[in-house]
């Protein structure tokens, strides 16, 4: 025994990334990342232009290594718009770079395009690629600092701590990843994992489905975190085997690793919860929203719309009617979902209902379509309630899971989804 | 060399996990256009802020400041009124990655929620690591920057950073 204490997940990624050598939390490092994703952000058309006139830039180091995808604002309502998709959509075929081009939600896309790969670590503007952690992939949003990721082979970054979350138990029926979330917000504050890495870790991530994984820790920003990353099960070893696009060896924690807190959490105990305005840090429970009127439906984003949220929505609406006057929009997060979707008959029988079904984008999302207007009120799955977010700043956004979402369109105003899931 | 940054604190957002996309609103945000988000800026906390605020001002923050999914613009349009640096409780990290990469000075400092008040003159002393409060006489501690940060607030963002690399 060298009486030196074990590594995180992180450190362990983060370690092969700058060399090989041991890093601890706390350390400054330069990162190589194994992936480095993008979608068309503020300026990004400017960019190569920049790197190539202020940097001295030319070709991207490993172009392999990027992935463009076009999902905001998909489809284009104007042509200035296409003209900035189309620019580039040329960049990238002069770089060699890949691009996913209306294939779904990037963050989404990525984890069904090989970028998941157990052990690796990825890059992207947008924090949203936390999700990526459901298969073991240390995966960061380093807003503009992803410029430097472009144009240099490493990214300069200290290494984080990590919060260690345990879980136990079983999710009811009915109750969803998102639940979990804010479960654990509630429990433990929004800034519990502040600046760190949230590790999932316990027996119950066995019972959690990919989908339930991709969606907790794609929401990690708001327990303040750097990112979330679980465990790999063997089910996620199995499922990233055949599609990732680079062989690595599984990382996992040490027994003896050191964490900024260890903290437990019995999945039993949770139950549906919903993050009223005007923050995702206000988290309140389901019953107390019982009975109260809604108008608008939205399922879908980088955080739900996959095949699970569907199948729940599918089984609480199959046979019946949404509630006259409401609008419920439906977003399969991906076209691979689409597309499976459709083969299951889920779309027959969200569209049967009511629902008006899109083929994916994050448009949705943020309000550039199915806007909504003053005085609305709207039950999302998606990722964000500040005032305006989907529309006008004086309609109110709640937020809570695909089941919630479908149960309350039912019924027209919030709805408990227990009673669909009774046998 | 470190900015210098001696200035009032033009406004105390005292909330845990204050997201920033609140200050302009995101339907403002959405249309793109400066002049609108700098016209609405602050209206649902003080009407008059763009009256008020001067070069050389500081934002204080509570802990976690920056909450959520931040984006650029609310930022932008706070530095366009001439505010030189965010002091908080703490940061939520893509707001503060993204705010340094800007080259927007962000410091965390326990206990400046608490102790300063709207418009006390307040100065960063980088070599000793202290807040200087000078209405009041006080000072507090400053948690001190990373490597990386560092370099970052030294040369005013990463753009000027990576323009002082050799990157061919």
Redesign the interface.
């Not at chain 2, 690399?165 to 061919?168: A, E, G, K, P, V």
């Given at each position: 025994m060298s009486g030196e204490p074990g590594y995180t997940m992180a450190e362990k990624i983060l370690a092969r990334a700058c060399g090989g050598a041991p890093v601890r939390a706390g350390q400054d490092i330069q990162a190589r990342p194994d992936f480095i994703l993008a979608y068309v952000f503020g300026g990004f058309v400017g960019f190569p232009k920049l790197i190539e006139r202020d940097f001295g830039v030319t070709r991207l180091d490993a172009p392999e290594r990027f992935g463009l995808f076009l999902d905001h604002n998909i489809p284009v309502t104007d042509t200035k718009l296409e003209a900035r998709m189309a620019e580039v959509r040329a960049w990238c075929g002069r770089q060699g770079v890949e691009i996913h081009d209306g294939a779904g939600i990037g963050h989404v896309v990525a984890s069904e395009a090989g970028y998941a790969v157990p052990g690796a670590f990825a890059v992207h503007f947008d924090g949203h690629v936390s999700q990526l952690g459901a298969f073991g992939t240390l995966a960061i949003g380093i807003h503009i600092g992803l410029y430097e990721a472009f144009a240099r082979s490493t990214i300069g970054m200290a290494v984080p701590e990590t919060v260690r979350v345990t879980l136990s138990g079983r999710l009811a029926a009915g109750v969803m990843a998102r639940d979990l979330m804010h479960h654990l917000i509630s429990r433990f504050g929004a800034d519990f994992c502040n600046r760190k890495v949230l590790e999932l870790a316990g027996s119950a991530l066995e019972t959690l489905s990919l989908d339930d994984l991709q969606t907790f820790t794609g929401l990690a920003m708001f327990t303040g975190a750097l990112t979330a990353i679980a465990a790999p099960t063997d089910k996620v070893l199995a499922h990233a085997q055949g599609r990732s696009r680079t062989q690595l060896a599984p990382v996992f924690s040490d027994p003896d690793a050191i964490y900024a807190a260890d903290l437990t959490c019995e999945l039993d105990e949770v139950r549906p919860l919903i993050a009223a305005p005007p923050s995702s840090a206000n988290i309140v429970g389901l019953e107390t929203l019982i009975g109260e009127s809604l108008d608008v439906g939205y399922l879908g984003s980088c955080v739900s719309g996959r095949i699970e949220d569907l199948r729940v929505a599918a089984r609480i609406l199959d046979g019946r009617t949404i509630k006259p006057g409401f609008t419920l929009n439906v977003v399969p997060s991906s076209r691979a979902i689409m597309v499976q979707a459709a083969q299951e008959g889920l779309i027959a029988s969200l569209a049967a209902a009511g629902a008006f079904i899109s083929s994916p984008t994050c448009s949705y999302c943020y309000g550039a379509v199915g806007a909504l207007t003053a005085g609305q009120r709207a039950i999302s799955s998606g990722t964000l309630n500040i005032p305006g977010r989907m529309g006008s700043a004086d309609a109110k956004i709640y937020l809570g899971s695909a089941a919630v979402v479908a149960a309350s369109a039912v019924e027209g105003r919030f709805a408990d989804p227990a009673r669909y899931f009774t046998p | 060399m470190m900015p210098t940054i001696r200035g009032r604190a033009a406004y105390i957002f005292g909330e845990?996990?204050f997201?920033v996309?609140?200050i302009l609103?995101?339907?403002?945000?959405?249309s793109h256009d400066h002049e609108r988000m700098k016209a609405g800026a602050m209206r649902?906390f003080d009407t008059e802020f763009a009256k008020e605020v001067r070069t050389g001002d500081i934002l204080i923050g509570g802990?976690?400041f920056g909450?959520?999914?931040?984006h650029?613009p609310p930022m932008a349009i706070m530095r366009s009124f001439g505010v030189k640096a965010v002091i908080a409780e703490?940061?939520?990290?893509?707001?503060?990655?993204?705010e340094l990469?800007?080259g927007f000075v962000q410091i965390t400092c326990g206990g400046i929620s608490e102790t300063t008040q709207r418009w006390d003159e307040l100065e960063v002393d980088w070599r000793a690591g202290r807040i200087m409060n000078h209405t009041s006489g006080t000072g507090l501690d400053f948690e001190a920057p990373?490597?990386?940060e560092r370099?970052l607030l030294k040369r005013g963002g990463?753009?000027a950073l990576?323009?002082s690399?050799?990157?061919?």
């Open positions: - | 845990a996990n997201d996309d609140r609103g995101f339907d403002a945000m959405r649902a802990s976690n909450y959520g999914h931040p650029g703490s940061f939520s990290p893509l707001y503060l990655m993204g990469a800007a990373t490597r990386n370099l990463l753009f990576l323009r690399i050799d990157l061919s």
